[in-house]
């Protein structure tokens, strides 16, 4: 499908754009950091606030979809947690390379499927990404905030500290403030709004430039376990069980297309920033990314005419 390609494309490109960048020390180390912080708790939360403040939720099958979706996430998190023995014991996977591995097949690339919804069923398309969003975003921080603390060596916490590391959390305060926005508050003022919405749109950019920053091409041209397990995982296998659930539970049509694409998507450049924030394996979290976009390219159109 066109807008498969018209999407991914471009998001391949800016990726190799932040490799150049790094490699050639046009932007420095400090300024990658700078640029990674602000990804992170300003223009991410921007563009999910932008997104669920904007979207038509009453029209479109809340329940149906974002079950399907958390039931997804949900039976694949159970999975990954109950393959990691096997991963330490027969693959040597430690512990930071382990919330990669979790991130690369549980994460989703959002800008990649509101750009494919969008193109394919217009504003119904968007307001069942929002739908997403609201579904998925909360849920994939708090396993991924799970993960970082129980395997990527961090500090024990106690429950105070840890709910307040999560209630400070950029993605899952974004979502709250997004629907309010959109079931309480009245319409932001137009200044306001238009600030958000181009807060969101630097998110795109930036974040696939840091993910370029931190690519090991030497790495990326020998893929090794962790990049071809969460790619059959995350490209395949989540998307069938969102097809599954959503049939389950009477989505159908064009609704059930947009399910596939939120959970057809490569892993989100947000995955990446997590990873250097909170001690994961970034590097391999990039190739893991790089290599699931490259894959979309012809997963997804194949997916989406199977399924849908």
Known sequence: MSAVFASLIPTFLIIATGWLCRTTNFVSEQQWTGLERATYVLFFPALIIDTLARADLASVPVLGV?????????????????????LVRYAGIDGPSFTSIFQGATRWNTFVALAVAGSLFGQRGIALIAVAIAAMVPLLNLLAFYVFIRFAGRPRQSPKEILRSFGTNPFIWSCAIGLVLNLIVPPLPKPISAYIELMGRAALAAGLLIVGAGLDIRRLARPGLPHVLTA????????????????????????????????????????????????????????????????ALGSMPLLITLLG
Do not use: C, H, W
Request: glycine share 10%; aromatic share 4%; hydrophobic share 60%.
């Open 232 to 295: 059959g995982l995350k490209l395949f296998l989540m998307p069938v069980m969102a097809m599954l659930f959503a049939s389950f539970a009477g989505v159908s049509g064009d609704d059930l297309i947009v399910t596939i694409i939120a959970s057809s998507v490569p892993s989100a450049a947000a995955a990446y920033v997590l990873a250097r924030q909170m001690g994961g394996n970034a590097s391999l979290m990039a190739e893991i990314l790089t290599l699931q976009t490259l894959l």
């Open 66 to 86: 974002g079950g399907a979706l958390v039931g997804s996430i949900l039976l694949m998190a159970g999975l990954m947690l109950a393959l990691r023995p096997l």
